[in-house]
């Protein structure tokens, strides 16, 4: 176990087909309507191996050379290689965030700064229920740092734990190498249908595949692989077909990471495996070309800097193209080769003075706190140019307070007390519903509701065979969703696929069953605005065009009009709200008709705001504001909907 290592150039090229493969995820290029490079996120797994390799490689030679290891100059070196590189893209992309962002997605971004500064950037994204790949999650400015934090945390426990191994436990490292790997693994199939955000964001699911790199490290460090070149070269070529395999027809949808993601870190494995197994001969130097070892080399800049900038123009005024993003690229690559030049490179250097270093951090630091602490604390930051009369312009307000205090308010099981038991089940529009009833505690005060973790109607029928405690405790059960009424191919069904035997079933166990109707749906488009984009409802365009929230009458019933014509022409929302009416009236249970609520068919007019504070009563398409969730619990309790 004394071999030195050396560079290896194919290590290199394999971080540029990584970087490469996520750069192009995230520039979501389409074809036809399809994103092209679907699986492009692949390369963050790809880096978690070479991570583990890499990282656990210089540990054991330092054990080998020095019988143990130095914790504090591993962390100095990881200072210097991350550090200075990642403030700069944060100070940077804190003076474009005041620009571009509204005042509530600029509070989140500051939020995240502090997560970053932490090292806990994946979990303050798992905790604010970011799905990654969506298309919001893109707009985030900062959200690709939680593959940093994933590594930080890595790096916090690796050199302790391989130093009490290798002190402690030395005949059994290996043996506990692949142990934790597979335990790892194990946890990722189990979290990935139990636990899917979890499972994507945090370091017990993702850390088999750091585990990977760290065993191939073991074995090359003590054993050499006895083959000929041509079948090492076959292994080397399928390998990295594979991964390229991989970018075109891996799906963000796949139960990932879990045993699918096997695929490509299978096929990294033999890459690194096998990849100093002979001379770096011409055939290397087609698969590993010097383009490719330049984009690795320069992989970390870029990784910091592409995803940035393409939020910062998701989020702006400009329109996003394919040349926009095209250029985007090239900008990433002049301002990451710029950043590995004189960042990167000049920190990395043992003989520049870590003390020196460390001025550097504290001198960026400084403004980064300074401007962040501001942009969370001022309660008015840009408020003038993002409300009119007190009326908010944007739904991020409403939308992150929901997000945000729905664990908050709802709770896992039923109180144990002797009011009734509400089941909420559904989806988003279910959430609404659950607010809708647990903010009005004085009028309910002899119920208990708890909101189902999100679930499709189609799925219910599950938890009516395993008889869950949720489930057997509820007294009365509402299915409150944006229904599904198309077929999913993942899914294989819609919202109404047997939902007259789900109804029968609930009634035979002698609970009551609540259906909610489809929430009306309006228009709610994408507009420029300022040096950004925000989506605006017609009410919210008008307030802009007058300046006022004092609208004449006239202007007010033509809004009501508007809002009726755009109801009316939905007629996948009239249709499945009049089917649910029938499914409902057939099986003697209660409908509540939530169009009805809003909408007078008789003079073709809905309703969009309240008269008490001029809000709208829908933050969005059709989703209850704040404002909403009074006026509609005003709505429920006149019609006694928990009445029987």
């Known amino acids: 176990?004394?071999?030195?290592?050396?560079?290896?150039?194919?290590?290199?090229?394999?971080?540029?087909?990584?970087?490469?493969?996520?750069?192009?995820?995230?520039?979501?290029?389409?074809?036809?309507?399809?994103?092209?490079?679907?699986?492009?996120?692949?390369?963050?797994?790809?880096?978690?191996v070479i991570t583990g390799f890499l990282i656990t490689t210089i540990l054991l030679e330092e054990y080998n050379n020095n019988q143990s290891i130095n914790i504090l100059n591993f962390y100095e070196r990881r200072v210097r290689r991350l550090i200075p590189a990642?403030?700069?893209?944060?100070?940077?992309?804190?003076?474009?965030?005041?620009?571009?962002?509204?005042?509530?997605?600029?509070?989140?971004?500051?939020?995240?700064?502090f997560a970053s500064l932490g090292f806990i950037t994946n979990i303050y994204f798992h905790y604010f229920g970011n799905i990654y790949g969506t298309e919001t999650a893109l707009m985030k400015p900062l959200l690709h740092l939680w593959s940093l934090g994933v590594e930080e945390q890595f790096y916090i426990i690796l050199p302790i734990g391989l130093l009490i191994i290798l002190k402690y436990l030395y005949r059994f490292s290996y043996l506990l190498l692949v142990l934790g790997f597979i335990l790892s693994l194990g946890f990722a199939y189990y979290a990935s249908s139990k636990h899917p955000m979890f499972n994507f964001w945090m370091l017990p699911s993702r850390a088999w595949e750091v585990l990977a790199g760290a065993i191939v490290a073991f074995y090359l460090i003590k054993y050499k692989i006895t083959s000929n070149e041509i079948i090492i070269n076959i292994i080397k070529c399928i390998s990295l077909l594979t991964l390229i395999f991989c970018i075109f027809f891996f799906k963000i949808q796949f139960k990932h990471p879990g045993l699918i993601t096997l695929i490509p870190?299978?096929?990294?494995?033999?890459?690194?495996?096998?990849?100093?197994?002979?001379?770096?001969?011409?055939?290397?130097?087609?698969?590993?070309?010097?383009?490719?070892?330049?984009?690795?080399?320069?992989?970390?800049?870029?990784?910091?800097?592409?995803?940035?900038?393409?939020?910062?123009?998701?989020?702006?005024?400009?329109?996003?193209?394919?040349?926009?993003?095209?250029?985007?690229?090239?900008l990433s690559l002049f301002l990451s080769y710029l950043t590995f030049l004189?960042?990167?490179?000049?920190?990395?250097?043992?003989?520049?003075?870590?003390?020196?270093?460390?001025?550097?951090?504290?001198?960026?630091?400084?403004?980064?706190?300074?401007?962040?602490v501001f942009y969370l604390k001022n309660e008015n930051i840009l408020k003038e140019y993002y409300t009119i009369d007190e009326i908010n312009l944007t739904e991020w307000k409403d939308t992150s307070w929901m997000t945000r205090n729905i664990k908050k308010f709802n709770n896992k099981n039923f109180l144990a007390n002797n009011k009734k038991n509400v089941l909420i089940v559904g989806n988003c529009h279910g959430e609404d519903i659950f607010f809708t009833f647990v903010l009005d505690k004085e009028r309910y005060k002899n119920y208990n509701f708890v909101m189902h973790p999100r679930?499709?109607?189609s799925q219910f029928n599950n938890i009516i065979k395993k008889k869950t405690n949720l489930y057997k405790k509820a007294d009365i059960i509402i299915f409150a969703t944006k229904w599904r009424t198309k077929t999913e191919s993942q899914k294989g069904s819609n919202d109404f696929s047997d939902l007259d035997k789900t109804i029968n079933k609930?009634?035979?166990?002698?609970?009551?069953?609540?259906?909610?109707?489809?929430?009306?749906?309006?228009?709610?488009?994408?507009?420029?605005?300022?040096?950004?984009?925000?989506y605006l409802t017609?009410?919210?365009?008008?307030?802009?065009?007058?300046?006022?929230?004092?609208?004449?009458?006239?202007?007010?019933?033509?809004?009501?009009?508007?809002?009726?014509?755009?109801?009316?022409?939905?007629?996948?929302?009239?249709?499945?709200?009049?089917?649910?009416?029938?499914?409902?009236?057939?099986?003697?249970?209660?409908?509540i008709d939530l169009t009805s609520m809003v909408c007078d068919k008789d003079?073709?007019?809905?309703?969009?705001r309240s008269n008490k504070n001029k809000d709208e009563i829908f933050r969005d398409y059709g989703r209850f504001s704040i404002t909403g969730l009074s006026y509609f619990g005003n709505k429920f309790y006149n019609d006694k909907v928990l009445k029987f």
């Not at 990642?86 to 005041?98: E, N, Q």
């Not at 009551?512 to 489809?518: E, H, N, S, T």
């Open 506 to 534: 609930i009634k035979k166990d002698n609970k009551k069953l609540v259906i909610f109707g489809p929430n009306p749906e309006f228009k709610y488009t994408l507009n420029k605005y300022r040096f950004t984009k925000i």
């Open 538 to 591: 017609n009410y919210k365009k008008k307030l802009i065009e007058k300046g006022t929230i004092n609208l004449s009458n006239t202007e007010l019933i033509n809004l009501e009009k508007e809002y009726y014509s755009q109801y009316e022409n939905n007629r996948d929302i009239i249709e499945t709200n009049q089917k649910l009416k029938n499914i409902s009236k057939k099986n003697n249970i209660k409908f």
């Open 1 to 48: 176990m004394s071999k030195k290592s050396y560079y290896r150039p194919d290590i290199d090229a394999l971080r540029g087909y990584a970087i490469l493969f996520v750069v192009l995820y995230h520039a979501n290029f389409e074809l036809f309507n399809i994103y092209i490079f679907s699986g492009g996120f692949i390369g963050v797994d790809i880096f978690f």
């Open 342 to 372: 004189f960042i990167e490179k000049k920190f990395r250097d043992k003989t520049y003075s870590f003390k020196k270093t460390g001025k550097f951090i504290i001198i960026l630091l400084i403004p980064i706190i300074t401007l962040n």
């Open 265 to 330: 870190i299978t096929a990294t494995i033999c890459l690194i495996l096998f990849g100093n197994q002979i001379k770096f001969g011409k055939f290397d130097k087609i698969l590993f070309n010097k383009s490719l070892i330049f984009l690795g080399k320069i992989s970390y800049s870029l990784y910091l800097w592409h995803f940035l900038l393409f939020s910062m123009l998701r989020n702006s005024r400009f329109d996003e193209t394919n040349i926009s993003k095209f250029l985007l690229i090239i």
């Open 455 to 457: 679930i499709e109607i």
């Open 603 to 608: 003079k073709k007019v809905c309703k969009f």
């Open 86 to 113: 990642l403030l700069v893209i944060i100070l940077l992309g804190t003076i474009l965030a005041y620009i571009v962002l509204d005042p509530t997605k600029l509070k989140h971004f500051s939020e995240s700064v």
